[in-house]
């Protein structure tokens, strides 16, 4: 006699095939919780000794240095790949009033600031060694700062000694980032970017803010200000050398999962769309771009609770695709913390036109048979079999 269950489960995938499959994709690329908690337990036996190490080997840094903040897609639930990759910012606190400082917005370079000191000379004489290799006539300079936790990690790492799970401990510059190769006995790896960051509130004019992101978060925002250089793009227009220099990327962490914090299905569609990308190779839509496109789909649902039902997963994502389409087909994304910044200012013509095609086609195909899901991301679902 046929299982009444099996057969109510069965019924229940043909009513929203889109969804099942979508589900059954989501769970094939579960990452290995054994493997989690093996990677975790290395990672933070090295975390905890190697900052003390850091502290340990120079003075600045143990001064400046305030605690770890664990950031990227793993530790946003958002990756779809491997746990082996963690991003780790440094925070760094300067010895400053808040009335002895300013961050000043870019305006010719949306999403960049300056931190600048407003009595440079009286500020640094208490603390001449910020004075002599990380300010600039009152500027915090963020390659300097970049270049002298480089210099740190190097140092600490002469002396260092590994946690026992580890055989060989090594690095490699990478952007903003100092990245720590940790090569574990049992023959893998564990890279660790570390990236330093000064903490800061940012009080974001009305011009840069959408009402409805303003609605949602506020305009003064914890941020954290990177050293990741400024490049200009021919759209935008130009800085000169020395105001470049000074310039510090403002990145939001805490404001964007506040968006994204347990809305029904949200980051399982955020995770499709990085697979989707995955497949297709479109290396140029970078993983925040896609992110992006759905905080923005959070926002325009105003907060309705249905809207992102697990149930309604085909629905969604088919919108998702459908919004990343006419971002790409326009070559705009717009930044959520400064609708003046255009995310996708470097798509050419050719790329996006490449894109959309692809998107279109699966746009098309979802339309007319849910079903066609599973050969977009190359697998099929075991219960289509039957």
Known sequence: MPDKKVEVVQAQKFKKPGVSILKEILRRIKLNDALIKENNQILHDFLNTF??????????????????????????????SMPDEFDINMILKLPFNDSEFEVIHQPQAPSFVKYRLKNHQAALLKHPRLASSLFEDGYLIPESVRKW???????????????????????????????????????????????????????LPRTYLDGR???????????????????????????????????????????????????????????????LRDKEDWKILASYYLKTVVMWMVLESNGKQDYWKEDKMEERFLEALQKLDAAVSQRKITYMF??????????????????????????????DDPKRLWSFFKEKPAFLNS
């Not at 990245?179 to 893998?188: H, Q, S, W, Y």
């Not at 050293?227 to 021919?234: F, G, H, L």
């Not at 029904?264 to 769309?273: T, W």
């Not at 910044?341 to 798509?347: A, G, M, S």
């Open 213 to 275: 992101v303003e609605a949602k978060v506020g305009k003064t925002l914890k941020a954290f200000l990177v050293p990741k250089p400024y490049s200009s793009s021919a759209k935008q227009m130009p800085i000169n050398r020395q105001e470049a220099k000074c310039l510090w990327r403002s990145h939001f962490p805490d404001p964007e999962e506040k968006i994204i914090y347990n809305v029904g299905c949200v980051k399982p569609i955020i995770k499709l769309l990085k697979l």
């Open 338 to 367: 400064n609708k003046k910044y255009n995310l996708l200012e470097k798509l050419n013509e050719q790329q996006a036109t490449n894109i959309h095609n692809r998107l279109a086609f699966f746009i098309r195909n979802i339309k």
């Open 149 to 203: 936790l480089q210099s740190v990690v190097d140092k600490a790492l002469r002396s260092y000694t590994p946690p026992r799970s580890c055989m060989q401990v090594c690095t490699k510059q990478s952007g903003p980032a100092r990245t720590i190769l940790l090569k574990k006995r049992n023959g893998g790896q564990i890279d660790v970017d570390l990236v330093p960051v000064v903490s800061c509130s940012l009080i």
């Open 51 to 80: 900052v003390a190490k850091m502290k340990e080997e120079d003075e600045l840094f143990k001064f400046l240095y305030r605690e770890l903040y664990f950031t990227g897609s793993f530790y946003s639930d958002l990756r779809v």
